[in-house]
Structure formats: C-alpha cells, structure tokens
C-alpha cells in the first residue's frame, strides 16, 4: 500500500511539473540574472544507488523517517571534512531540473495526508516572473547537501560552475546571488576562498536571515534534545525528533551555526542547568550554573557520550563529534576573514519580532537535575530575544561585511521569503519591472493598498463620485519605542475643495478625510474616504 502511495505522489507530482510550464506573459531581456541559494535543509535531495535508480529521500512524508535513517544518516571523516553515509550503496544528487529552481521550490507537495506544501522560494519565484525574470535565462537555483560543511570544497566547486553557467546563459552579466538562512554562510565562505571568481560574476548579493553569529539557543537545544519539524500525529508521517538529532550530530554544516564564541554578544548565550550537587558531608545543594558558548561543550560531551545508533544490525557510536567542532571552528575562521569586492553590492535583510531562542536553560529548581545524560530526554526552557523566531536580529544584523543596506523585516525564519515587504525591496533593489511609486527606500517604508473602492451616480441634477481607499504603511515607527500603539489615538484630518463655476464651468465641490490608525510595530492603518459633487450643465 505504501509503495502504491509513493508511485502516486509521484504520477502527480511529474504531472504538477508538466502543467506548471505554462507560457510567460511578460519578459524582461534587460534585467541582470539572480541565482537563490537556500540554507539547510532546503533542497530536494535525491538517493542514487550503484544502478543508477533514483528515489527522493529529503523531502518526503511517506516513509520519511525510514529513509532519513538509511539513506541520509552518516558519518563524519576528519580526513576529507565531508560527512559520509552509512549506505555504501547509494550516494546523494540534487536534481537540476528547471535549471535548479525545482528542488529549491516546493520542497514536496503533500498531497496524501492534506498537510501545507513545504514551500521554500516557491513565492518569490512566482513573484520573480511576474517582474519579468525567466526561468534558465535570468533566474536560477543552486541546491546542494546541506550536511556538509560550508566550506566542503566539493560544493563550492559546484557553485563557481553554477555561477559560470548563469553568466554564460545571461550573455555574459553578473548576476546577483539572493541567499536565505545559512546559504549566507556557503556564500561568504565561497567568497573568501574563491575571491576572483566571486568577483568575476557577481554583482551583487542580498542575504536573508543570515546566522552571520550563530543561532544559538536553535542549536543549543537541537544538539542535545533534537528537532521536530511538525507536532503532534502528523509526525507519523514524517522525520522524528530523535532521527533527526542523529543526523545532525554528523553534520558539519549544523556545527558551524553555533554561537560564535569570539563575537561580542550584548547578553552572551548560555546553556543553563539547575542541578542537584552534593558536599562532602553529604548534604544537597540546588544551583543554577550557567556556561557560555565555549563551557558548553564539556556539556554536550557529557550529555551524549553514551549516544548511540543502530545501522543494518551494528550499534554506532554518536557523541558530541569533537572533530567536527574543531572542522567548524576553522570554518568560523574563514567567516570572520572574509572581505567583500569592492565592485559587489552587499545587502542584508533580516527577521525581526518574534521571540527568538537565546539561552536555553534545563531542570527546574523543584525539579533539578542530578545525572547529565538526563539532558535529553528533559524540555528545555528559553530566554528569548528579538528575532525571526531562529536567529537573533544581533547575529543576522553583524555581516562584518560594508553592506549598502541593512533592513529589518517583522517575520519568521522561512516565512520572510514570502513577505509582501520583502518582495517590494527586492524589486527596488533588482531594478526590476516598472518602478514601485509606493516604495521609498530613503526612509525603508513601505505602502501596500489594501481596497479601492470607487461609485458614480446621477442624484437631482448632480453627479455624485464617491470613492473609499485604504493602505497599510510598514515602516520604522520610533514613537512605538514610547508609547503603545494601545495608547495612541487615531489621527484625523479634512480637506475640501470647490469651484463655484460660471457659465462656461461646471460647479464642484469635494471633500475627503483621512484616519491614520496606529497598529504599533512600524504599522499604520490609513483610511481615505472622499466624495465630490459636480453640478451637471
């Protein structure tokens, strides 16, 4: 029965493929080609055995605990720095359909169990086309194993041959590279390792949600306890929690989102426990002890040292991988020693307001804990900061990088990319289709209308116009910072006009008010209701 499910996902997603080319309205051949790099966990990966079968094994719902197991699950080697799977028989491919755009679009499209698709640029490639962009002429994806390191030399060989691929394709122009989560990190790492190639085909890059310091409560917490991507019954159908954390306790890639111990955090993060200690003469204390990025290692260490997995019938040691830590640490190296081109653009988008994992603290002081290796199976507790819900807005705002602009965006993680105000910007700064008279990148706010509404009548020998218009305005609001949008009165004002007329002119006359409504974080609702009157001759 599974099997027959999976072969009709599959009818039905070649099917969705084929209807999906449908001619495009408009094409702009002026506009300089974009390449979007997704962060991890955001491609299409593909299991390819020694016969050359392919089967999809990220992502997918049915079986996909299953698979993750045994084809995705691996094992790092200090050697090479690439993190290997534990199937000898298969080795992983991202597909190159669409010209890469496909396996950085719609993840899978659940369509057995009725759930959300798992969306990724799919919005923005939409928009993209709107704006004139075509797909394999000026618009390009670049997927990849997001496992491995961001520095895996075989990756970045594939991105400088993905990046003389779109300028060949383009007629020869740079291109912009538009990044989301840790593709800023491959990014930057190819930038400082491939410098005269970076520089050679790029024009510009823009960066989104970008962990340039680390997520650090996000990984604290998936390094010792794991991470659920859905909740509830739903889980039956997907990756569980604990296969997940056994996967990314080989991955690089997941070590190198640490917090970044040389950075100057305004609150540094910390891995919390109450625990339960005992004095010489026996008696118990309870103590809340505190470690920084740097002390939380001995913590991991301790924590998973009796981690284990079983693979095709033989237990796998995996603790805290303190070669990778050591990989990762040279990458971080390379991060904070990157340097931008002068003749790149650099731009930073970022999340902001949502409570965003900071310090993560474990045990209560009812309820401490006694044995460390109890940290997995126990919830952790978060103090938050402001953020897209992963990374801290003082991580994704600290590039090191002389950016053109740094804008802060109200969104979580994956969903700032399909956020009307970020496609506004990105169109400002694309210089793509006609120019946006409602964006004002001066002040960075934005205009969106929200309803139109215009009438016209005949009444007693006049004619009657009214008309109704109402706009959201995001923006930086620094009376937010004083008062609560709750406290704040609408703000109202009128005008009106008229032309008493004579013979050869009509008389007229209109009147229009406007009711700003403060929404509070950067937002105001505004109201414009009008009415004209013009006496018929």
């Known amino acids: 029965m599974v099997m027959l499910l999976e072969d009709i996902v599959e009818s039905v997603e070649l099917w969705l493929k ?34 050359g ?22 094992l790092f080697d200090p050697s090479t720095g690439k993190t290997v799977s534990l199937d000898p028989k298969s080795n992983l491919s991202v597909p190159e359909d669409r010209d890469g755009l496909y396996a950085i679009d719609i993840l899978d499209p659940d369509l057995v169990i009725g759930r ?7 919005d923005m490639i939409v928009e993209m086309i709107k704006w004139g962009f075509q797909e394999g002429k000026t618009l390009f994806g670049f997927g990849y194993d997001f496992r491995q390191s961001n520095r895996c030399q075989e990756t970045l060989e594939l991105l400088a041959a993905k990046m003389e691929t779109v300028f060949t394709a383009s007629g020869g122009k740079k ?67 604990w296969s997940m ?6 991955c690089p890639s997941f070590y190198e989102l640490m917090a970044c111990p040389d950075f100057c955090w305004e609150n540094s993060p910390l891995l919390q426990i109450w625990k339960q200690n005992c004095d010489s003469d026996g008696n118990s204390n309870i103590l809340l002890e505190s470690y920084s990025p740097e002390e939380s290692i001995s913590i991991f260490t301790e924590a998973l040292s009796t981690n284990t997995v079983k693979y095709d ?32 653009k650099f731009y930073n988008v970022y999340g902001t307001n949502l409570e965003t994992p900071h310090s993560v603290c474990y045990g209560s002081e009812g309820a401490p804990v006694t044995d460390l290796q109890q ?3 126990l919830m952790a507790n978060y103090v938050c900061v402001d953020g897209d819900g992963t990374v801290p807005v003082e991580s994704a705002k600290v590039d090191g990088l002389n950016a053109e602009a740094r804008v802060g965006i109200p969104g979580e993680h994956r969903g700032i990319l399909c956020d009307r105000h970020l496609f506004r910007i990105l169109k400002h700064w694309l210089d793509a289709g006609d120019p946006d008279p409602f964006y004002n990148p001066l002040n960075d706010y934005v205009i969106l209308p929200t309803l139109f509404e215009i009438e016209r009548h005949q009444e007693k020998g006049f004619q009657v116009t009214s008309l109704k218009e109402e706009w959201e305005i995001i923006g930086k609001d620094q009376d937010d910072q004083v008062t609560g949008a709750a406290d704040r009165k609408p703000l109202v004002s009128s005008i009106s006009v008229s032309n008493v007329g004579d013979e050869k002119s009509m008389r007229e006359e209109a009147r229009a008010t406007v009711i700003v409504h403060p929404r509070g974080e950067g937002r105001q609702h505004v109201e414009l209701n009008a009415v004209s009157v013009t006496a018929n001759v």
């Not at 959300?116 to 799919?122: I, K, L, P, Q």
């Not at 990014?187 to 491939?194: A, N, P, S, T, W």
């Not at 954390?245 to 080989?250: K, P, S, V, Y």
Request: charged share 20%; proline share 7%; aromatic share 12%.
């Open 53 to 74: 079968r392919e089967e999809r094994v990220w992502v997918r719902i049915l079986s996909a605990d299953y698979k993750c197991r045994t084809k995705l699950w691996s």
């Open 116 to 122: 959300d698709c798992v969306y990724y640029f799919h």
């Open 375 to 377: 940290l997995p199976s």
């Open 245 to 250: 954390h056994q996967l990314l306790l080989e």
């Open 18 to 51: 084929l209807i999906r080319k449908k001619p495009q309205p408009y094409v702009d051949p002026d506009l300089d080609p974009v390449l979007l790099v997704p962060g991890i966990a955001g491609s299409i990966l593909k299991a390819v055995d020694d016969k």
């Open 313 to 344: 019938g033989v237990d796998i040691p995996l603790p805290f991988n303190l070669e990778i830590l050591k990989w990762a640490n040279e990458t971080r190296k390379v991060l904070s020693s990157a340097k931008l081109p002068p003749q790149v």
């Open 175 to 241: 291109l912009t590279i538009i990044t989301h989560s840790m593709g800023g990190l491959l990014v930057k790492c190819f930038m400082c390792l491939h410098s005269d190639i970076f520089e050679k085909y790029v024009k510009s890059w823009i960066a989104i949600a970008a962990p340039f310091q680390g997520a650090p409560g996000y990984v604290t917490s998936t390094f010792v306890n794991g991470m659920s991507f859905v909740e509830g019954w739903e889980q039956n159908f997907f990756i569980s929690k």
